[in-house]
């Protein structure tokens, strides 16, 4: 069956940087689009960012010069490289593949002092 697995978060200080990674079995990132969502507690699950099938990166506002979506065929594997990070962007972070609605299970990062 499709499964993604997250792994990376962590807790970091402010303007710290962590790298999560969302492995994919089944299906091939190379050909697929990729999102990852965040979601704080008491907030509504908020899309961070995506990398589609061709390659093409887009970021909410919020993270936009902060963060960046890669992926790496070879291992199946897409990354959210986070810089510079901020209280406010502490959360569960999601890896999610919208073809077949499949979410991995979620890794937690929290940015404080």
């Known amino acids: 069956q499709v499964q993604l697995v997250e792994s990376g978060g962590d807790l970091v200080r402010p303007g710290g940087s962590l790298r999560l990674s969302c492995v994919a079995s089944?299906?091939?990132?190379?050909?697929?689009?990729i999102n990852w969502y965040r979601q704080a507690p008491g907030k509504q699950r908020e899309l961070v960012a995506t990398i589609t099938k061709d390659g093409t990166t887009d970021y909410a506002a919020s993270v936009q010069g902060r963060f960046t979506i890669s992926r790496f065929a070879p291992k199946n594997t897409v990354y959210l490289q986070m810089n510079s990070l901020r209280p406010e962007d502490t959360a569960v972070y999601y890896c999610h593949a919208p073809r077949t609605d499949t979410w991995g299970q979620g890794t937690q990062v929290t940015v404080s002092s």
């Open positions: 089944i299906m091939r990132v190379s050909i697929n689009t």
